[in-house]
């Protein structure tokens, strides 16, 4: 084997060195066997090291050796090698960029044997596109260990309708990564990061810690949620690892962890070199989603109330959904129900939908086998077990189909207006799929109006789709209408409120003349309560948003129409196509995400910064006036209503944790918190104790 090597790749031209160097001793890994997996993985890695600085761990005399971390750029360096400049305190760093094959084999060639990368691309340093745990077994715990948690990460988080996905760190531990791609900044990701392995760790004392004291992680694993940093690193996927073989940083299967706990078999989770090329072979890039996948967090109430997915898996191998009766009835072109199109999964959710088409009906589905069985129940469910309704069987329907609601058009298949009047999971002993073949379905509910045991019992009909709703007898029971609750559990709306939607113009709104901002009381010092949420305080205008479908305006804190200021925040309104009053605040960001409120000053004239309108409350929607809901219900519906927008932005919380919450604010040097108490209302144009601004700092104006 040669010492040096010059290699012309892609037209670049590298000289590699110290070639027969062995770098793993025990299997005599030599240094050109490390530069040649990094050729062989570079088509599935690069994706991945794309845009993101690199910090270089270098190992010149292999494993055994002394090592050192790199964050500065070597040099010299060869001039076509990218990098990006990142302010660290008071000095810069340049940072590598490894987004090619030429740079990859020349940090290979400085015996940099592991990758690590942060979360975020350049130059959007402040934006991280993905969140991450890292599970570490303490003395006394393993991999396996780690695999059980990731399993109660991955079910609360799909209890959420969040994907995850897992690799192993190449070491002794796991990592989940969850994809977002979406606006976001390095403090919303910790702190849901945080909550959820705190919510975990209450759950399972015995495997879990959030500390990272020594002491504390014996026979447990330590979640860390505190990789989710602007400043911190964490071990890329496909990355070898400095341990004694070259074992690799792998993505996995959910089925391969279900296996190794199984089979109680540690080995069934750690990959060498080799092995990891061969699995790309067979699966290809399973991380391929963490680059494409977008996501946007749920609200921190929500993970507090959330219920863990059921994982109960009856997908049968070897068969596809049959959407052909679905589709056939429908024109999609004219209506707006999805087609069809997604991926059979792998939870075990359920949708009770209230359908006005030529009559009034209840559809109830549950998803199994790729698609959602179907039923129409014409009289709706009942909790009385000896209510017995009807239960007429039809076509499947597509899985995204749990979340439809709205107004199917005229000559359409099933016209009519519908909402989601209840959802959530089910849970069964057996395959459903059997059930149903042999004429009697028994599932347990766990929805937000249905609870408890249900039984589907085919009649004796010639025709073979008709089937009877019973209710079983359990602690669940109630002989009080259900049905009596009428809005839907997505958006509170009743179903006569989509009536027409396609065509309706709203006029419903109030005189903006009528209408003020609800203003908050100065406390002194933050603090905890559950019964409160923490949010960030803006450093902006003030201003409510009137949007009547196609139509909008923004409305100052003294009454004065903003409009014209700013025509790309009514751009962006109206491109949303709702009919609401909403409450926010108008702010410019900084290249790293901050609000500047001197930019916001100067933004008509110089352009300079990010214009972004942040919604924290709503105060009517269509024909609605929430003012007297209570907060957490006013912030379910806004956070349901806007989308993943760069420019109208959903303002997310903290469920009580104000003081944590306030540190971190202070750190980041930003202005301060607001407190809300959950359950008040909006009283329009009052300064109230139930709205507290807690400020850091003196205000920049």
Request: aromatic content about 8%; hydrophobic content about 35%; overall charge neutral.
């Amino acid at each position: 084997m040669t010492k040096k090597l010059s290699v012309d790749i892609g037209g670049t031209r590298l000289e590699l060195s110290n070639l027969d160097k062995v770098f793993y001793p025990i299997v005599g890994f030599s240094k050109a066997q490390v530069i040649d997996y990094y050729a062989s993985v570079a088509p599935v890695l690069l994706p991945h090291l794309e845009q993101r600085p690199i910090s270089l761990k270098r190992y010149p005399d292999g494993v055994t050796g002394s090592y050192f971390f790199q964050k500065q750029c070597p040099s010299p360096r060869p001039e076509w090698l990218e990098t990006t400049s990142v302010k660290s305190g008071k000095r810069q760093i340049d940072y590598c960029l490894i987004n090619d094959l030429p740079a990859l084999i020349w940090a290979s060639n400085l015996a940099n044997l592991e990758l690590h990368t942060f979360l975020h691309r350049a130059p959007q340093i402040t934006r991280p596109t993905m969140l991450v745990f890292d599970l570490d077994p303490g003395q006394g715990a393993d991999i396996l260990l780690c695999a059980e948690v990731a399993l109660s990460i991955r079910d609360l988080l799909e209890g959420l309708g969040i994907a995850c996905f897992p690799k192993t760190s190449g070491s002794k531990g796991l990592q989940l990564y969850v994809p977002l791609n979406s606006p976001t900044d390095y403090q919303t990701t910790k702190i849901f990061a945080h909550q959820l392995a705190r919510r975990l760790a209450a759950e399972h004392p015995d495997k879990i810690v959030t500390k990272m004291q020594k002491e504390l992680r014996v026979g447990r694993v330590f979640v860390d949620w505190s990789q989710n940093d602007e400043h911190k690193t964490t071990v890329c996927v496909y990355s070898l690892r400095a341990t004694d073989r070259p074992a690799v940083s792998t993505p996995l299967r959910w089925e391969e962890i279900g296996e190794a706990l199984q089979k109680k078999d540690p080995a069934h989770l750690l990959f060498e070199s080799q092995e990891a090329l061969d699995r790309i072979k067979k699966y290809g890039d399973l991380f391929e989603p963490v680059l494409t996948v977008k996501q946007r967090l749920p609200s921190l109430e929500s993970l507090s109330s959330a219920t863990p997915a059921k994982r109960k898996e009856f997908y049968r191998e070897g068969t596809q959904p049959n959407l052909e009766a679905y589709q056939a009835k429908r024109k999609f072109a004219s209506t707006i129900e999805p087609e069809g199109k997604q991926q059979p999964g792998e939870e075990l959710v359920f949708v009770v939908q209230k359908h006005r088409a030529r009559t009034l009906h209840y559809d109830l589905r549950l998803a199994m086998g790729g698609v959602l069985k179907s039923w129409a129940v014409p009289r709706g469910p009942s909790m009385d077990p000896a209510v017995r309704r009807l239960a007429v069987m039809v076509e499947d329907h597509p899985l995204e189909y749990v979340d439809f609601e709205g107004s199917i058009p005229r000559g359409n298949y099933g016209a009519g207006e519908m909402i989601v009047w209840d959802q959530g999971t089910y849970r069964t002993e057996n395959d459903p799929l059997d059930q149903i073949e042999r004429g009697k379905l028994v599932f347990e509910l766990d929805g937000k109006k249905l609870h408890g045991e249900f039984h589907l019992v085919k009649t004796s009909s010639s025709e073979g789709n008709q089937w009877l709703l019973i209710k079983a007898k359990d602690r669940w029971v109630n002989k009080e209408d259900v049905l009596a609750q009428e809005r839907s559990v997505l958006t509170g709306r009743r179903i006569e409120e989509y009536k027409n939607e396609v065509t309706k113009t709203h006029t419903s709104l109030p005189d903006f003349r009528t209408l003020r901002p609800m203003l908050a009381m100065s406390a002194d010092a933050p603090f905890d309560d559950p019964e409160w949420i923490f949010e960030l305080k803006l450093d902006g205008f003030r201003a409510l948003a009137l949007v009547d479908q196609e139509k909008a305006r923004l409305i100052s804190r003294r009454g004065d129409d903003l409009s014209a200021d700013y025509p790309a925040l009514i751009d962006a309104l109206a491109g949303m196509r709702l009919t609401a009053v909403l409450d926010g605040e108008i702010v410019v960001l900084d290249q790293d995400g901050v609000p500047r409120f001197e930019f916001l000053q100067s933004y008509k004239k110089a352009r300079k910064g990010h214009l972004v309108y942040y919604v924290f409350d709503i105060l009517f929607y269509n024909d609605r006036d929430l003012r007297d809901q209570p907060l957490s219900e006013r912030k379910e519906i806004l956070h349901f209503l806007l989308s993943a927008s760069e420019t109208v932005r959903y303002t997310d919380h903290v469920d009580g944790i104000g003081v944590e919450f306030f540190n971190l604010v202070q750190k980041r040097g930003l202005e301060g918190i607001v407190a809300k108490k959950k359950m008040g209302p909006y009283l329009n144009g009052k300064r109230v104790d139930h709205w507290l601004k807690i400020k850091c700092r003196p205000m920049r104006r």
